[in-house]
């Protein structure tokens, strides 16, 4: 599929010595949702910010549609709407005129019918006579996904986008997202919430300590990495695993009521016959038995708790 950004070797260092990415490669496919992931301080936002013009790279270059957005920034910026983190409006202004304001800034010409189609889609239509000041926060982060998409971009950011939203107002955002996807745009986000990515994205990338760990396929990296676990709940209770069950790296619930085997489900042999087998030969008998794939959460977890080489 063909790429609608290009990010080849871009690094950031501040004055202060900090540096925040890393030599990052990275092709984002047009008109899928790609889920940046990351802890606090992990470089998301820096990315973001590098190739929205906001903030300069050290080195490296980026190319949104084959324009390089230093060279010829005004082109890549008409590119390119951003929807940040802090939600910042003019209180006094009406909804209406705080978007038709922004399509203006990127010296597009008056279009009611399409700043209509947008209000209409974001649901605040009803709302466009309304001050900023009266709206709720998740009133305003849809206006504020309104500017952004004011000048029509191909290439929309959404960093954090429903942080301090509630749940069905946040369902209803990753509908509109899979909405714009089908419009045609392509559609970045980060984001704190694991649920999210696994919900939206069709491609995960992985950020931590300014380094891109990993972009996968949402799908291939859950079958990739995911482990599966295997838990064993007991009609009696053990105190101590039994010796002749260490190989299998069980892990013993306090209470002795549950063993915990971890495997991998791709192997050819996942072990699990041999286990049972032996819990036979020891008679230690059964009550239930659940397996569980790994999260993406999970995932995440033990990605970005790595311990640095």
């Not at 990010?7 to 925040?20: D, E, L, N, P």
């Not at 189609?117 to 709206?135: I, T, Y």
Request: hydrophobic residues 40%; contains cysteine.
């Amino acid at each position: 599929m063909q790429s609608i950004i290009k990010i080849q070797g871009v690094s950031k260092t501040y004055a202060s010595g900090f540096t925040a990415l890393k030599s990052v490669d990275l092709e984002i496919r047009r008109g899928e949702i790609f889920a940046l992931l990351g802890p606090n301080g992990a470089g998301k936002t820096t990315l973001i910010s590098i190739i929205c013009g906001i903030v300069n790279a050290s080195s490296g270059r980026v190319l949104a549609d084959g324009v390089d957005i230093v060279d010829d920034y005004r082109q890549a910026r008409s590119l390119i709407g951003l929807v940040p983190q802090e939600l910042t409006t003019d209180a006094f202004e009406s909804v209406w005129d705080t978007v038709s304001f922004s399509r203006g800034l990127f010296g597009k010409p008056a279009d009611p019918d399409y700043i209509e189609k947008v209000l209409r889609q974001l649901s605040l239509w009803d709302k466009r006579h309304s001050k900023m000041l009266a709206l709720s926060g998740g009133m305003k982060r849809r206006v504020m996904i309104a500017k952004a998409l004011s000048h029509e971009p191909r290439i929309l950011f959404l960093d954090e986008p429903t942080a301090g939203v509630d749940v069905e107002l946040r369902r209803d955002m990753w509908e509109m997202v899979r909405g714009l996807r089908e419009d045609g745009v392509t559609v970045i986000l980060t984001t704190h919430y694991i649920e999210e990515a696994e919900e939206m994205a069709d491609r995960i990338g992985v950020i931590n300590r300014g380094e891109l760990v990993l972009v996968e396929d949402k799908a291939e990296l859950i079958q990739k990495l995911g482990q599966k676990q295997l838990h064993l709940h007991l009609q009696t209770p053990l105190t101590e695993l039994p010796p002749s069950l260490k190989p299998f790296n069980l892990v013993l619930s306090e209470e002795g009521t549950q063993l915990t085997y971890t495997f991998d489900a791709h192997q050819e042999t996942s072990g699990i016959a041999d286990l049972l087998r032996g819990l036979s030969e020891l008679n230690i008998d059964l009550k239930d038995l659940q397996s569980k794939q790994s999260s993406l959460e999970e995932i995440f977890v033990s990605l970005v708790h790595r311990p640095e080489s």
